[in-house]
């Protein structure tokens, strides 16, 4: 800063400096001299030249308005420059004395300060500081009607800048800056408007505001601004609507006045596209509204709207006319009235745009309209091809919306279903199933379980593998995609093939791993998908390996977590493995058929862990309870004519697993039975001895038989040894259960005997008398201590070198043996009979029966009368149950 002095006497000399003296010489003008001289005691003026910032903000503590005003307008220009010199400023400290200014009396220096702000607030330091300083009262007193326009232009601009921050907005709220910026909508300046609508647009983003804001009836001025002949303030005011047309007021204040009308105009003007995008957003909204979507249709305006979205050439338009029929479609009475507009053939139309964000909204627009049952059908014709065409984009937005559509077209809609099958979406939804995108994968499987449904397009997804692609979904961290994923397994795993596929691929872990989930459906739907894959003893058995029956366990007695599909879950897993669910619960019912494979372990407590047949077999006899085994599977292939034989025996269930079982019984039943003792008496090895004795047999028989038949046998024999060195030897071969040749002979001389008989009863006796004299014949109650069956069946434990003692090798047997034998030869013919558990090493075998005296009478029938099947001391005996008998004998 340089300094000149003057005097009025001409002469050097030294003068007495005050503050108030100095004129400062500003923005390039020089202040002329006065003409008089001044008084002797008043400073005389001086001249300052100032080319630092520093110093000018110095000036602004002047007390006088003069240079207060300069200062400003300095200051003002200094700004103006770039965002570098505001930061300057903001450093030398010039916000806080500026502040101070916005109060003051003169209203030029007022004026000058409000400028300023208007400039700086566009600095993110600066709108710190100020919040800070708590200015917003004194900005927003700038907004008073008896203010210059130019103050309302800076002050607004400043309240502009300073909306886009949460905390800036609250302050402006709280000190009612939202009314007088209402009112300058109405200013004949268009800056004004201009910032204050971009104000308003600010604060409207929070909801309070925008309460407050229809209470001020803005929503007619906003209208207004939509005729201004700026491009910019149209905008703004586009804008705010679509914020503040959220809430159901403002919808119905913008269609009292008419503001319908606007926004269709501004779409039927080609010059003022830009404003396009934005007519739509408020459009959307409004359509929300049943009364507005009608009266937009019966003024014509929603043709206008489809057809201006249909033959629109530009991407983001097409979007947001898209973006509006969602929007609108939730309300069922408008997808009504969209559906007698025909909006699926815009939608349609919409589909074959080459910009992805169009389809992604077409798509979403699809999902909702097809909760109307008119559009569902519509789209079987047309759309479906198009979604399927989107499932294979290779944008991922894409293909989750397509999906999301067709998972909505094909719900509870097999026509849909069948049509999306003959477009070949199969490959593309499996695909997908890998996505990275949960959404896709969820609508995906949604769409695969609504096609299963349906036994060729099942048959169909097996082919490309479904079981295989399933495994990430059940793996998935996401709820929505582990209960999809689960759902689909339960709609797909109906087959034999599907559930071993699914077992290969490694599926039943995650699988029972999500019946841990805290998500109700997730839990119930992988219930309902174990319940399906229990439908088979393998399958239950893998299942039981892994855990379920416990982890069912445990959800079921959870009063909040249990469903009726694990109750189910866990009902089929039993009812699927025997051998457990006798073990666990000591009760198998006439519905339960016992078949091939069959151990009875003994009672185990829940939580224990059954070990399979094939762990219990290769281990070495103990004193543990011996394991019983049902097994009528002979390894004996029988010749082509026995095949035909096995259909002259006239019974509907199977008698056994093959015919095979039926030609090994009747050869050895002609060559004649030693007495068990002379069975027991043959040298034995291994643990097949039984079916190693049985070949010995069959050689026996056959002597004289020729040379032919002797090689045939000899085959045999090759064959029936196959098992024991199974057993014995390498882990790469196949493990088959023992053999029981005397059980199978037991089969067949029961089908052939006592399933003849007509009379239920007689059929009992004779059963029943048949399994005493298997099991040592009739025992009195008297000498049931010298009944030494332990022996016996240590002896089987130790010829067999294993725990597992085959029921055919039993013949003297106890309560338990006898009523294990006679559950299962009952259900070999037929014979509706329980097996029951008891105490201490007792069974028994419960039958209903009609009771005779009943028969032929007219009206209801009394329930069946259950009786207990005498096995031991009067074999063929029907005690009555809960009589002094049947508990004896349950008892004894």
């Keep these: 800063m340089s300094w000149q002095q003057s005097s009025t006497s001409g002469k050097s000399s030294v003068p007495k400096w005050s503050y108030s003296s100095v004129v400062y010489q500003l923005m390039g003008k020089k202040i002329k001299k006065e003409a008089e001289p001044p008084p002797k005691d008043v400073f005389d003026p001086l001249t300052i030249e100032s080319k630092k910032a ?94 210059e326009v130019v103050i309302h232009e800076f002050a607004s601009l400043c309240l502009a800048n300073m909306s886009a921050e949460y905390t800036s907005k609250v302050q402006i709220f709280e000190h009612g800056g939202l009314e007088p910026l209402i009112r300058l909508l109405a200013s004949p300046d268009p800056d004004v408007k201009k910032n204050s609508i971009e104000c308003i647009y600010n604060l409207v983003q929070d909801f309070q505001c925008r309460a407050t804001v229809q209470e001020l009836n803005a929503v007619p001025p906003i209208l207004d601004l939509l005729k201004s002949e700026y491009p910019i303030i149209q905008l703004l005011a586009l804008k705010t609507l679509g914020v503040i047309t959220n809430d159901k007021e403002a919808r119905v204040m913008l269609r009292d006045n008419q503001g319908m009308d606007h926004l269709i105009k501004i779409l039927e003007t080609k010059e003022v596209n830009d404003l396009h995008i934005e007519a739509l957003s408020v459009i959307a909204n409004c359509l929300e509204d049943m009364d507005t979507l009608v009266l937009i249709q019966q003024t014509g305006g929603l043709k206008k709207l489809l057809s201006f979205a249909e033959n629109s050439t530009i991407p983001d338009i097409q979007k947001n006319a898209a973006k509006a029929i969602t929007k609108a479609a939730y309300d069922p009475e408008n997808r009504k009235l969209f559906h007698e507009q025909e909006v699926e053939k815009c939608l349609v139309a919409l589909l074959g745009s080459e910009n992805d964000g169009t389809k992604i909204a077409a798509s979403q627009a699809i999902s909702v309209m097809c909760e109307n049952s008119g559009s569902k059908d519509f789209f079987n014709n047309q759309g479906i091809p198009q979604l399927i065409q989107s499932l294979r984009s290779d944008n991922e937005e894409v293909r989750e919306a397509a999906a999301l559509a067709m998972a909505n077209l094909t719900t509870c809609n097999t026509a849909n279903a069948n049509a999306a099958a003959e477009a070949d979406a199969i490959d593309p939804l499996i695909s997908i199933l890998s996505s990275k995108r949960d959404g896709a994968i969820a609508s995906a499987a949604t769409v695969l379980a609504n096609m299963a449904m349906q036994e060729p397009l099942r048959v169909n997804m097996h082919n490309h593998d479904v079981m295989h692609a399933l495994i990430g979904p059940l793996r998935s961290s996401n709820t929505v995609v582990q209960s999809k994923a689960a759902l689909l397994v339960a709609a797909t795993a109906c087959d034999v093939e599907a559930r071993t596929e699914l077992r290969n691929s490694g599926g039943l872990g995650p699988l029972v791993e999500l019946l841990h989930s805290k998500n109700d459906e997730v839990r119930r739907h992988a219930s309902w998908a174990v319940m399906v894959c229990a439908n088979d003893e393998l399958m239950a058995v893998e299942l039981c390996k ?108 199977s008698i056994s697993s093959s015919s095979s079982l039926r030609r090994a019984s009747k050869e050895k039943a002609n060559a004649g039975f030693g007495s068990p003792t002379e069975d027991r008496s043959e040298p034995t090895s291994g643990r097949n001895t039984a079916l190693s004795k049985f070949a010995i047999k069959e050689k026996g028989s056959r002597k004289g038989r020729g040379k032919k038949e002797e090689e045939k046998v000899k085959e045999e024999e090759e064959v029936a040894a196959v098992p024991k060195l199974i057993g014995e030897g390498s882990p790469d071969k196949e493990w088959y259960p023992p053999s029981d040749p005397d059980f199978c002979v037991y089969v067949y001389e029961v089908t052939k005997s006592i399933f003849p008989i007509t009379n239920i009863k007689e059929q009992i006796e004779a059963l029943a008398k048949y399994v005493a004299e298997k099991m040592g014949g009739k025992v009195s109650k008297e000498k049931l201590h010298d009944f030494s069956w332990e022996l016996h069946i240590s002896e089987l434990k130790f010829q067999l070198k294993s725990n597992v003692v085959p029921i055919g090798l039993i013949k003297q047997g106890i309560f338990y043996h006898r009523a294990l034998l006679f559950k299962a030869l009952a259900d070999k013919i037929g014979i509706g009979c329980s097996l029951v558990r008891g105490e201490y090493g007792r069974a028994w075998n419960e039958i209903k029966l009609m009771n005779e005296t009943r028969k032929g009478l007219i009206g209801a029938l009394p329930p069946p009368e259950v009786y207990i099947v005498d096995l031991m001391f009067h074999p063929g005996g029907l005690m009555k149950l809960k009589s002094k008998e049947a508990d004896l004998y349950r008892y004894l």
């Excluded at 400003?72 to 220009?77: K, Q, S, T």
């Excluded at 030029?108 to 500081?129: C, E, P």
């Excluded at 982890?551 to 051998?579: D, G, H, P, Q, T």
């Excluded at 049902?630 to 095949?643: A, F, G, L, R, Y």
């Design 54 to 147: 520093a110093t000018v903000v110095l000036m602004l503590n002047s007390p006088e308005e003069e240079i207060l005003a300069k200062a400003c307008e300095a200051i003002y220009r200094f700004a103006l420059k770039g965002e570098e010199n505001k930061a300057t400023l903001l450093e030398l400290g010039a916000v806080e004395p500026l502040t101070k200014l916005l109060t003051h009396e003169d209203k030029i220096v007022r004026r000058n300060a409000t400028m300023i702000f208007g400039i700086l607030a566009s600095n993110n330091d600066v709108k710190k500081l100020l919040r800070e300083l708590d200015v917003m009262s004194s900005v927003i007193a700038q907004l008073a009607p008896e203010e």
């Design 546 to 653: 892994l855990g379920a029956l416990e982890i069912l366990e445990e959800v079921n007695l959870s009063v909040s977590r249990k469903n009726k599909f694990s109750e189910a879950a866990y009902n089929k897993l039993l009812n699927n493995y025997l051998s457990l669910k006798y073990s666990l619960t000591g009760y198998l019912s006439s519905s339960n058929i016992i078949g091939d494979g069959f151990y009875d372990y003994g009672r185990i407590n829940p939580g224990t862990k059954l070990l399979p047949l094939k762990d219990l077999c290769l281990q070495e006899p103990s004193d543990l309870r011996a394991v019983l085994l049902v097994n009528s599977k002979s390894d004996i292939s029988p010749p082509p004519s026995m095949e035909d034989k096995s259909s002259d025996i006239g019974y509907g269930r």
